[in-house]
């Protein structure tokens, strides 16, 4: 493959899991469409992750391997590795995701089709913990291009894409620049949102990666580190631009701003508490309250707090009867059954071996 032109840019950061890297790597080597290469960005692992690429990559010249000499952090680790793209299209791949085979063919169908788009994207199979899966990316989407600002707006009141399934342009660094530090670990959507409001979008239904989710991951916990600020700079990244139409711009403002107090309250707060979180939960009544004047809110939040503290057997029975809850509807839900056999079509994708 070393004669390959690349076309696409896998950026794969990585750090300290070089068993799950191995199986992201291999998911990109056996892409349908093999005009790409891989650059793999280690923060400083320290461990056996380069003889993992090594030993997957058996010396495929289209896999590029660096180590930084410290950890960068997560951010900083993307925000490096877009500046070196070279090529005309890049994506990123996490490495405890998975891309299906034809995920690249896809998507360079989708430019194209349509070669105005900005990025072309395709669905995603979201698997999380206790068996969960669904499709992210499509419901209430169609096939086709989506020109600015209505991609945008549609971004806004379904949800966007998984940066997984997503391939971009490398124009979208020259006008947009890289992802926002101060966005944080959501710095993918702020950069769909603002793509979207500046370019035409490509979608397809088609599934093109599994993202898989852990307990232990940001997403998963909705802690308070993943949420704030950087959803409160989304929002006012969306004031700064003049390009957006400010219907569009109130529109976003309210939706979000909807989304982050509900977030706050729920996840990062009620949540929290029943997680043993206290001093996350009562955070998160103090930006309720300051910022968002939600006093009954924050005052709820406290009070549960304090209780949680006071007596920390009741949070044992309280998830107690949510883990049965949740157990019971599993068993009865019709819903659940269907994400059996959905995910029944996807398992032979996360060995890999």
């Known amino acids: ?16 899991r070089p068993h799950l890297l191995r199986r ?13 290469r891989v650059c793999i960005y280690d923060n400083a692992s320290g461990d056996e992750t380069a003889a993992v690429v090594a030993a997957t990559a058996k010396g495929d010249s289209r896999v590029q ?27 990123f791949l996490c490495d405890d995701d998975v891309l299906l085979p034809d995920f690249y063919e896809y998507a360079m169908g989708g430019f194209q089709k ?20 669904a499709v ?17 707006r549609r971004m806004l009141e379904l949800l966007p894409p998984m940066l997984t399934g997503v391939v971009f342009r490398r124009e979208l660094i020259d006008q947009l620049g890289l992802f926002d530090a101060e966005v944080g670990s959501v710095g993918d959507i702020d950069y769909m949102y603002r793509a ?58 309210h939706i979000l701003t909807q989304w982050l107090k509900e977030t706050l309250y729920l996840d990062c707060g009620l949540r929290a508490i029943m997680a043993g979180r206290c001093a996350e939960a009562q955070r998160s009544a103090e930006i309720l309250k300051q910022h968002f004047r939600e006093e009954k809110k924050s005052a709820t939040l406290r009070r549960l707090a304090r209780i949680q503290l006071a007596f920390p057997p009741l949070r044992r029975l309280i998830s107690l009867a949510l883990a049965g809850r949740r157990k019971m509807r599993r068993i009865w839900d019709r819903g659940h059954r269907q994400q059996r056999v959905l995910y029944r079509q996807y398992e032979k994708y996360l060995d890999l071996e």
């Open 1 to 16: 493959m070393s004669d390959v032109f690349p076309l696409i840019t896998t950026i794969l950061p990585t750090f300290r």
């Open 24 to 36: 992201a790597l291999r998911s990109v080597l056996a892409q349908t469409y093999p005009h790409f």
């Open 65 to 91: 391997y660096h180590c930084h000499p410290e950890n960068l952090g997560v951010v900083g680790n993307f925000l490096y590795a877009m500046e070196r793209v070279a090529t005309p299209f890049f994506s």
């Open 114 to 133: 349509f070669p105005e788009a900005g990025f072309s994207a395709l669905a995603t199979i979201a698997i999380h913990p206790r068996d969960r899966i």
């Open 136 to 152: 992210v990316g499509s419901r209430g989407w169609q096939n086709g291009i989506y020109p600015p600002p209505e991609g945008l």
């Open 196 to 253: 979207a409001a500046h370019f035409p979008i490509a979608i397809s239904l088609q599934p093109g990666a599994l993202w898989l989710a852990h307990d232990a991951s940001i997403t998963v916990q909705r802690s308070l580190a993943g949420v704030w600020p950087g959803w409160l700079k989304i929002i006012q990244n969306f004031a700064k631009d003049d390009q957006i139409p400010s219907e569009l711009k109130d529109l976003a403002t």
